[in-house]
T-cell receptor, first 117, second 112 residues
Framework: GAGVSQSPSNKVTEKGKDVELRCDPI?????LYWYRQSLGQGLEFLIY????????KSGLPSDRFSAERTGGSVSTLTIQRTQQEDSAVYLC???????????????FGSGTRLTVV | SQKIEQNSEALNIQEGKTATLTCNYT??????LQWYRQDPGRGPVFLLL?????KEKRKERLKVTFDTTLKQSLFHITASQPADSATYLC???????????FGTGTKLQVIP
């Protein structure tokens, strides 16, 4: 597609429920990243995928968070047993490759605003 | 630990003036530094990248400097316009395959 697409744009969920957030990167981009942005805070790295390599999960805050990328394209971030502190905007970005992103910038989606009540 | 500092207070300037935003970093030596613009409810948009061996880079009304001795980057917008109002994020990066770390951003308000 023309840009990085994320869905849903807004999600309100009850505490304890599971949620799935979807990211559709730019076609042909092999590197995909998830970030989290809390109100008034900077972007917090969560996970990245590069092609068929093992993902870098070092930023996932707890084992309630997981992500997968199917067929090297669409990615899903899953949060199990959501807590109020999970409320944030979840941003997805992609780049041609990891080094291309580092050298030429990342393309971000508009994010999913998650509210846990 | 690595730390990125941007002015947390909003910067208000008059239309037509030059806006200067500061990004300071500590405890690492990035090979590259990226600047992004973020509007409310949107994801960041890449603006410029400067490498450690480049002292200055320009793009239209934008100018970025990178001082590896001071561990600082300055981001300038000349002839500022109300449409430049947004939050600007810096992202120093070690290069290669490192994931990018972002500062918290500085909110710029250009007053007509």
């Amino acid at each position: 597609g023309a840009g990085v697409s994320q869905s849903p744009s807004n999600k309100v969920t009850e505490k304890g429920k599971d949620v799935e957030l979807r990211c559709d990167p730019i076609s042909g981009h092999t590197a995909l990243y998830w970030y989290r942005q809390s109100l008034g805070q900077g972007l917090e790295f969560l996970i990245y995928f590069q092609g068929n390599s093992a993902p870098d999960k070092s930023g996932l805050p707890s084992d309630r968070f997981s992500a997968e990328r199917t067929g090297g394209s669409v990615s899903t971030l899953t949060i199990q047993r959501t807590q109020q502190e999970d409320s944030a905007v979840y941003l997805c970005a992609s780049s041609l490759r990891l080094d291309q992103g580092a050298n030429y910038g990342y393309t971000f989606g508009s994010g999913t605003r998650l509210t846990v009540v | 630990s690595q730390k990125i500092e941007q002015n947390s207070e909003a910067l208000n300037i008059q239309e037509g003036k030059t806006a200067t935003l500061t990004c300071n970093y500590t405890n690492y030596s990035p090979a590259y530094l990226q600047w992004y613009r973020q509007d409310p409810g949107r994801g960041p948009v890449f603006l410029l990248l400067i490498r450690e061996n480049e002292k200055e880079k320009r793009k239209e009304r934008l100018k970025v400097t990178f001082d590896t001795t001071l561990k600082q980057s300055l981001f300038h917008i000349t002839a500022s316009q109300p449409a430049d109002s947004a939050t600007y994020l810096c992202a120093p990066n070690s290069g290669g395959y490192q994931k990018v770390t972002f500062g918290t951003g500085t909110k710029l308000q250009v007053i007509p």
